[in-house]
């Protein structure tokens, strides 16, 4: 069940989020929507299930009542799930039945159905196989466009969330010694997250000296040092269902005057970015802004990823702050700007805050300074 400090999403708006699927598949010409776990069904029932080889499956259909598909041995989860706990109908399948072709049996025919974008290929495969002459399309299409306009609500869980992370990177600086492993310090991070209140770690990205390099780098066991920048991307996910996501760099002692250099031009970019969300700004000019302030500095070649992705019940989902992505930005939409800059074989920095586009500007979630922060040896 999903929590954003003691409250709960209502059972309307589910109602409402599964009618505007039908809606958007009706007015596609699409047959029925097949929804399994993951995300998209959390988004539609708050039925949080796990995805297994069983097959579970919401159907959305434009003009008959949602159902949901459960293995038996689900059935007791799925009743206490918001969308069984309000009476709606849940059939279930026993270990002998198949339940694709129970699937098909409450579908009319349809020449289109669109699939959950995370649904397995397996399961893809078999809908195919008892849908003969159906040909299918990704649900996202259709999906996506509402889970990327936040409600107050989920605006509020995010805002939890990036409080919680907050104070887990106040944490860090103490966490940060000579000679402990990358590994040793996100492991006491990764406790740190689950302490401030989530209920889930995603991932703990300590990548220090050279490692922070690599955007994506993990941990190792590369041992502590002085002068070590530590770029730590750190992200859990809370009792709401809700993501953090939050980048900062640290030092160990004090940085050299070439890295120093570079941060500045980092945090004037990062914070350029940021001033640039409002409506009616295209994705792609929140990328192109960042950039161009690295690029002005020389180091824009450096920067060698998108400059953000939208965040809510997936850490990464749409939009994406990319160049090429000409979609306008409305109230409503959450996302991170995160440059970087990534020197091979010496070192590398990013900035990462979440910001919600309000009505007249960008809404910061994340609180703790950007500045390169240093910690005492
Ligand atoms: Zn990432
Ligand atoms: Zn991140
Ligand atoms: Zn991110």
Redo the contacts with the bound molecule.
Sequence with gaps: MFYCGNVQESFQTYLDRMLRVREGLESRSIGAALITPGPDLAYLTGYEAVPLERLTCLVLQPHFEPILVVPLLEEAAARVSPFGAHGLPIITWSEVDDPFSIVASHLNGPSVVAVDDHMWASKVLSFRSVLRGADQVLAGTVISPLRMRKSDYEIDCLREAAAAIDRVHALVPAMLRIGRTEREVGQEIARAIISEGHIRVDFTIVASGPNGAS??HEVSDRVLTAGDPIVVDIGGTMPSGYRSDCTRTYVLGSASPEYREHYDALLEAQIAGVNSVRPGVPCEEIDRVPRALLDAHGIGKYFIHRTG?GIGLET?EDPYMVEGNDMVLEAGMAFSVEPGFYIPNQFGARIEDIVVCGTDGPIVLNHQPRELIQVEV
């Design positions: 955007p994506h992705h990464h």
